[in-house]
């Protein structure tokens, strides 16, 4: 696959990060009730970098979650016979608690809506709230991100890739055309 053009680098992806995490904190009027979850893959290791920096900025350690949201989807007869289900991780009560609910790129907003009733298994949220590094617009349901990293209009026949380190070995956001 050709890429078009890199969109964000590594720093660029950190500066986003820290300004989503002080407005997570400013939204929030601090830290006390709030959780991260993030949507797995990506989203899970945005998650950890978002809890990093509200921890050094506010010294408080926030829990982290992962949510696989593959038997949520409203496409899964068309992944196949055997989808591959990864493991959701919230080992906290999200009752009553402000949920920070993380991924790398709003599209359509199904992988969110299929997120929001996963949680929902889980317990019964105070609030959720969407936080994105990348929205490249064109939604097909009614979703909005609380928390924007970088807007970046698309034609739908472009692709965005977020890559992350400790998933992809390199660390920036590129765009790329469907063949």
Do not use: C, W
Not at 42 to 59: C, F, P, T
Not at 87 to 100: A, G, L, P, R
């Amino acid at each position: 696959m050709d890429f078009k053009t890199r969109i964000m680098d590594k720093a660029a992806i950190n500066r986003s990060l820290t300004r989503i995490a002080h407005e997570i904190i400013e939204r929030n009027s601090g830290t006390e009730n709030i959780v991260l979850v993030g949507i797995y893959t990506r989203g899970v290791y945005l998650a950890q970098k978002i809890a990093e920096k509200i921890n050094s900025i506010e010294s408080r350690n926030i829990e982290i979650g992962s949510l696989d949201i593959t038997l949520y989807r409203d496409d899964l007869s068309k992944l196949g016979e055997n989808p591959v289900v990864n493991s959701t991780n919230i080992k906290f009560s999200i009752d009553e608690k402000n949920v920070i609910l993380v991924d790398d790129v709003l599209f359509t907003g199904r992988t969110v809506r299929a997120a929001m009733d996963a949680l929902m298994d889980f317990g019964r949220p105070k609030s959720i709230q969407l936080a994105i590094l990348i929205d490249r617009g064109h939604r097909e349901l009614p979703i909005r991100p609380d928390f924007v990293g970088k807007n970046v209009p698309t034609s739908k026949n472009e692709i965005i890739h977020v890559r992350i380190f400790d998933v992809d070995g390199a660390e920036d956001v590129l765009l790329s055309e469907r063949n």
